[in-house]
Structures are given as structure tokens and as C-alpha cells.
T-cell receptor, first 115, second 118 residues
Framework: AQSVAQPEDQVNVAEGNPLTVKCTYS??????LFWYVQYPNRGLQFLLK??????LVKGSYGFEAEFNKSQTSFHLKKPSALVSDSALYFC?????????????FGAGTRLAVHP | GAVVSQHPSWVICKSGTSVKIECRSL??????MFWYRQFPKQSLMLMAT?????????EQGVEKDKFLINHASLTLSTLTVTSAHPEDSSFYIC??????????????FGEGSRLTVL
């Protein structure tokens, strides 16, 4: 079965420092992977996705993610964190079932960027 | 980009009443919409897949008589929480897939609806 794991409940980083939010996946076949961000009491906003091609994917707001097939990981990164990046981040994998494609989400990682 | 609108954003109701939440794709057609439920500090739980013109597909453990889903047009899906009880209080989020996302699975999300049942 397809699944996604985000091993960290919370990540704390100082403003200006690089940040990494971890994600590992388990899929059969080629993975379609996504990162979304959620601000308080809001829906999810799409950040980036990996379908095929370059392992380093660039997305919105300066975020990027590196697909690593051997480690089955898709960690989210940013070279220099901003306080405004503080939010809840979800990794997701596409799952096909019953003829439909669905997104299965990880548990989420809360990112706190301190001034 | 694709915009999904949810209404209402907040709703408070008495126990035993029914509440309807609307999800609209504003600038694209969505043959498939998804309804998620999110508990505080937890991930999104997929409740059901809403298909235009046909019955919704519910995930295991989700009561279809409790959470009625109607997808009457290519731009509108509704979730009705029937005979709501305090344990139904939650943040409900809908999402829709733009036609170009059919093969990639990318979804666009509404802003969510917070339901509080007294």
C-alpha cells in the first residue's frame, strides 16, 4: 500500500538558516510526490511536485525538494528560512484505487522559524 | 491558477441539526472532488471521492448516511453532515482536480470549513 511518513512533528529553525522537512514514502511503481503547506485555519497550498525528470524540484516561495529513489525520500528544503514560512507542511503521494487517483498525506510537520 | 471556493468558512450549529458545506471550482471544471476531514494538529483524512453525476465513493469507516455528498454539476460538490453531534466538530476541506492534473494527481484545495456542533 502507498504511504508517506514525516518523522518529525516539528522543526525549529532560526531565520536565515537553511531548513529541511523530511519525508519518506512507500509506493509500488513510480512515485508521484507532492508538498503542500497549510496556514492556520486555511486550506492547503501546493508547493511543488515530482513526477519524473530531474531529482531536484523547484517550487513556490523558494522551496525545493530532492527526490532520492534509493532512500525513498523526498525532503523539502529552503536555503534561507523566513519567519513567514512558519506553517504546517504535508508530504503526499498519489495512490490509485478503484480507477481513481487520490492523494495520501503524511501526518504533517510543523515548521517554526524564529527571528 | 485553479481556485476552489468553500462556503461557509465557519459554522456553529446545535446538536441534531444538519449542515451543508459547498465546494466550488471557480475557474475550471472538476469531474472529481475530494472531501477531507482534519482533526486538530493532525493530518487530512480522506472521507470520500465525489464524482459528477454519480454516487460518491466513501473511504472505509466513513458513514455514507451521515456524510451525504452530492456532485450535481462540474463545478459544485456539497457535503451535508446530517444530525450533527459534537464529535462531528472538525475542519472539513474539499479539493478538486483540474483536468490537466488527471494523470499527476495534483489537487487544488478550498480554504476549509470549520464546523462546531454544540
Amino acid at each position: 500500500a502507498q504511504s508517506v511518513a514525516q518523522p518529525e512533528d516539528q522543526v525549529n529553525v532560526a531565520e536565515g538558516n537553511p531548513l529541511t522537512v523530511k519525508c519518506t514514502y512507500s509506493v509500488s511503481g513510480n512515485p508521484y510526490l507532492f508538498w503542500y503547506v497549510q496556514y492556520p485555519n486555511r486550506g492547503l497550498q501546493f508547493l511543488l511536485k515530482y513526477i519524473t525528470g530531474d531529482n531536484l524540484v523547484k517550487g513556490s516561495y523558494g522551496f525545493e525538494a530532492e527526490f532520492n529513489k534509493s532512500q525513498t525520500s523526498f525532503h523539502l528544503k529552503k536555503p534561507s528560512a523566513l519567519v513567514s514560512d512558519s506553517a504546517l507542511y504535508f508530504c503526499a503521494v498519489r495512490h490509485s484505487s478503484g480507477g481513481y487517483n487520490k492523494l495520501i498525506f503524511g501526518a504533517g510537520t510543523r515548521l517554526a522559524v524564529h527571528p | 491558477g485553479a481556485v476552489v471556493s468553500q462556503h461557509p468558512s465557519w459554522v456553529i450549529c446545535k446538536s441534531g441539526t444538519s449542515v451543508k458545506i459547498e465546494c466550488r471550482s471557480l475557474d475550471f471544471q472538476a469531474t472529481t472532488m475530494f472531501w477531507y476531514r482534519q482533526f486538530p494538529k493532525q493530518s487530512l483524512m480522506l472521507m470520500a471521492t465525489s464524482n459528477e453525476g454519480s454516487k460518491a465513493t466513501y473511504e472505509q469507516g466513513v458513514e455514507k448516511d451521515k456524510f451525504l455528498i452530492n456532485h450535481a454539476s462540474l463545478t459544485l460538490s456539497t457535503l451535508t453532515v446530517t444530525s450533527a453531534h459534537p464529535e462531528d466538530s472538525s475542519f472539513y476541506i474539499c479539493s478538486a482536480r483540474e483536468i490537466t492534473g488527471l494523470n499527476t494527481g495534483e489537487l487544488f484545495f478550498g480554504e476549509g470549513s470549520r464546523l462546531t456542533v454544540l
